[in-house]
Structure formats: structure tokens, C-alpha cells
């Protein structure tokens, strides 16, 4: 899928987009790679307004569709109540109506899939939402949508659902048509440099705003492939498989140039954004964006030197405290991490008040029992009383931003940390925690 992407398996037509929902990275282009600094090692992982707009272009229905962050009011249409008791320290933000991506918010109202597979938040939450009938001529599409918790022992991780699909068909992943033509139509707004820059939209100041494709366009991309969507099983090893007898430790990360990403850009006469960071840097020109880019945060330590944001109140990522979440060591402390003020709307959401009825229906096979997914560090301390008061403790006693640097001050090498590395050689995580 890359960034983001389209696929069909047995008529299944899946999209996804990677990273995390950041508003102040939305604008930038894909300009980082190995070696990381400290400013790129946090915003390789976010994700651009170009990835959203190609998706907003798509016109043809959407079977399932995946991302880290959950949509923001998406929790409205659930088990409000039990997911509050589960993550207590949801609360302010889903109150608020500031928890969740914005961004994925107009995806969804936008793509209305049948599905809507989400992380991030590491707990079990399912919910059911109906969109509105564009036409009167239209029946309204619904959504369910469904978060699992992390894997762990006594945690809810896990849950089949059966999902319409073309038996007959083989199993090979394919390419979807529409979104090959999607990326071939927006091929000339790939950016590969940290500028800021805006997507084209109709006011006025862009000639052209619509990219969304036409029946002709997606008939000459099957004309291309010869009506083969197949994905070619082109694998290639591009780096060395882990040897647990010889361990090698800190080593260097190196930019790699994916022959598989090469040939496909190649076929659809795509840009290779790998490639062209490659040349780049080659030519010097990225590692003096770096070194300008790091003396203008050290002289405005305050904020960032980037346009603000349409999406400007997504906090999604770091805002809510959850003992859970997988975090990056040392991150550096320059970002606001506090709640955005928003008029509290704790029963309708109002990001979706026009767009969407208020049905929170949810299905059978998606529903969550009022003894789902439950921490059994919860419930411990549930039976013995104290739940509440270990929780303000916690909660208390947890800095609201992540700072850098050890005990003394000084900042070592940054490392991913990931709360359950040790989770097999462990009984169980939570009641050591």
C-alpha cells in the first residue's frame, strides 16, 4: 500500500494509509531517509496532506479501509461508556471532541467504507456509524468500525469477521485501476522537500483542483496492464537477515533504493520518491536543507517555522496519556502537547453533526460486552477499591511531554522503544507494570 494505497484481493478492494495523523508535518513533502537527525526520525512517520488528497479522489466504493490513528468522533458512535471506563484518561479529549484525526475523520466521511480497521489507542472499541445519502436516489452507506486492543495475554487483540468477497477468485493481491490512475493524474504534485505547500482546491488560486479520475482514464490503465491487475511476487532482499550469533549493535541505517517500489513506478511512469531523495542527496542539496532547517528550531525554539495547519487541533498522537502507547525514546520536548480547546460535546460530535445521522447501532458481530476487553491490571484494582486512586497517582506522576535526555541532561542515541519487547519471556506485562 505504501503512503497510501489501493488493493483488491478476491474483489475485496482494501486502502490503508501509514504513519501518524501529525497537523504540523501535513504540508511537507517526503524528504527524509537514513540517516535520521532528530527532527526526521519523529516526522518520517507522519502523514502528508498529498496522501489524504489522493485518497479524497477516489470515487468508487471502499470495502476496508485501515489506519494507525481512529477517526476523531468516531467514538460517539459506540460504547462511549465502557470505553471511558476502560481509559479513563480518554476523557477530557473525548469530551472535548479532540481525540482522533481530523484528517481521517474527512477521509472516512469522504470514502464511507464498509470497514474502518484502526490502532493506535490499544484498547478494544467497536462502532457503527451511518452517513448520510448523498441523493435522495442514494441509500445510505454505514460504516463499522472496529479498534483492537494490543497483543498481549488477557487482552482483546484478535477478532474474525467474515467479509463478502468472490470465492472463485485466486489469491493474488491486485492492483486497483482507479488508484493507478489516481497516482498517474497527481504524479506532478510529488514533493521530496521539507517546503510546506498546499494542495490544490477551488479558490481561486489553482487552475486545476479536481484530480479525481474519469471511466476513460482507469480504462487505459487496464489497457496497460492488459487487463492483468496481478501484483508481480517481486520480493528482493535489500539488506542482511538478522544473525542472533553475530549481533551487531548501533548499526548505521543506510538509504536503500526498493527495487520493488523502482519497477513499479517505472511500469505506471510514477516518480520514485526513493530515487529522487537519493539524487538529492547525492548532490548535497538535502543535507543543506537539514543543517538550515536545524539552526532555524534552534534560533525559534518556541514552535515551527511551517504554515499552520487545517488540521490544526489533531494532537492525537501524543495528547491523550496512555500507559500503552509505543513511544520514540528521547523525543524532543519543542512540541505542544497540551489539549486544544474545544466546546465540549460529550453526547453529538460535532465534526460530524452535518455529515452523518446520530445511530450508534452496533452490530452483533462487532459489539463489545460490558465485560470486554477489560486490563486485568483494571480489574485487580477494581475489586480491592483502589483503582481510582492508583490512576490519579499515575496520571499525576507522568509528565505531559516527553523530554529528551538522561538524568544529567545530556541526550544519547535514539533507540525505538516498544513496551512489550520482553512480553514472551514475561507472565504477563500488566501486573508488572
Given at each position: ?11 475485496v ?13 501535513y ?7 537514513p ?7 519523529r516526522?518520517a ?7 489524504v488528497?489522493?485518497?479524497?479522489q477516489?470515487k ?7 489506519s494507525h ?16 471506563k ?8 473525548v ?26 489507542l ?5 462502532a457503527f ?29 484478535l477478532q ?15 492492483y ?15 514533493n ?14 489553482h ?5 479525481s ?10 489497457e496497460?496492464?492488459?487487463h492483468?491487475l ?16 553475530k549481533?551487531q ?11 520493488q ?7 505506471f ?6 530515487d ?36 490544526n487541533?489533531?494532537t492525537?498522537?501524543?495528547?491523550s ?9 528521547e ?36 459489539a ?5 476487553a477489560m486490563?486485568?491490571?483494571n480489574e ?20 505531559l ?8 541532561g545530556?541526550s ?7 513496551r ?8 504477563d ?5
Amino acid at each position: 500500500l505504501g503512503y497510501a494505497g489501493v488493493v483488491r484481493f478476491r474483489g475485496v478492494r482494501i486502502g490503508g494509509i501509514s504513519g501518524i495523523f501529525k497537523s504540523h508535518d501535513y504540508r511537507q513533502g517526503h524528504f527524509e531517509c537514513p540517516p535520521y537527525n532528530q527532527q526526521t526520525i519523529r516526522s518520517a512517520y507522519h502523514v502528508r496532506n498529498i496522501e489524504v488528497f489522493k485518497l479524497k479522489q477516489l470515487k468508487r466504493p471502499i470495502d476496508i479501509f485501515m489506519s494507525h490513528d481512529w477517526p476523531r468522533s468516531i467514538y460517539h458512535y459506540g460504547n462511549k461508556k465502557q470505553l471511558l471506563k476502560m481509559k479513563s484518561f480518554f476523557r477530557q479529549e473525548v469530551e472535548s471532541n479532540t481525540l482522533g484525526s481530523p484528517a481521517a475523520s474527512e477521509l472516512l466521511q469522504h470514502l464511507k467504507p464498509t470497514y474502518w480497521f484502526s490502532a493506535h489507542l490499544h484498547v478494544k472499541f467497536a462502532a457503527f456509524m451511518q452517513h448520510q445519502a448523498s441523493s435522495k436516489e442514494e441509500l445510505p452507506k454505514a460504516t463499522k468500525f472496529l479498534a483492537l486492543d494490543k497483543c498481549l495475554p488477557h487482552r482483546d487483540f484478535l477478532q474474525i469477521i467474515d467479509v463478502e468477497h468472490d470465492a472463485s477468485a485466486g489469491d493474488s493481491l491486485e492492483y486497483d485501476a482507479e488508484w493507478i490512475a489516481v497516482l498517474k493524474a497527481t504524479n506532478s504534485l510529488v514533493n521530496v522537500t521539507q517546503s510546506s505547500w498546499n494542495m490544490p482546491e477551488n479558490n481561486g488560486l489553482h487552475a486545476k483542483w479536481d484530480y479525481s479520475v474519469t471511466e476513460e482514464a482507469i480504462k487505459e490503465v487496464l489497457e496497460e496492464l492488459n487487463h492483468n491487475l496481478k501484483i508481480p511476487c517481486n520480493f528482493t532482499l535489500t539488506a542482511a537477515c538478522y544473525d542472533p550469533s553475530k549481533p551487531q549493535k548501533r548499526l548505521e541505517p543506510v538509504h536503500t533504493i526498493n527495487p520493488q517500489t523502482t519497477e513499479f513506478c517505472a511500469q505506471f511512469g510514477l516518480t520514485d520518491i526513493n530515487d529522487r531523495i537519493q539524487q538529492a542527496k547525492e548532490e548535497g542539496s538535502v543535507r543543506g536543507e537539514y543543517e538550515e532547517e536545524e539552526e532555524e528550531e534552534e534560533m525559534d525554539s518556541t514552535g515551527s517555522a511551517e504554515e499552520p495547519s487545517e488540521y490544526n487541533t489533531d494532537t492525537s498522537g501524543l495528547s491523550s496519556i496512555n500507559p500503552d502507547e509505543i513511544m520514540l525514546d528521547e523525543e524532543g520536548g519543542d512540541e505542544d502537547l497540551s489539549t486544544c480547546s474545544v466546546d465540549p460535546s460529550p453526547d453529538h460530535p460535532s465534526d460530524f453533526s452535518a455529515s452523518f445521522s446520530d445511530i450508534r447501532i452496533m452490530p452483533d458481530s462487532m459489539a463489545v460486552s460490558s465485560d470486554d476487553a477489560m486490563d486485568s491490571t483494571n480489574e485487580e484494582l477494581e475489586k480491592s477499591g483502589v483503582n481510582k486512586q492508583v490512576e490519579e497517582k499515575s496520571l499525576n506522576e507522568r509528565p505531559l511531554k516527553r523530554l529528551g535526555g538522561d538524568e544529567n541532561g545530556s541526550s544519547g542515541i535514539k533507540k525505538i522503544k516498544r513496551r512489550n519487547q520482553a512480553i514472551y519471556a514475561a507472565e504477563d506485562e500488566d501486573k508488572t507494570e
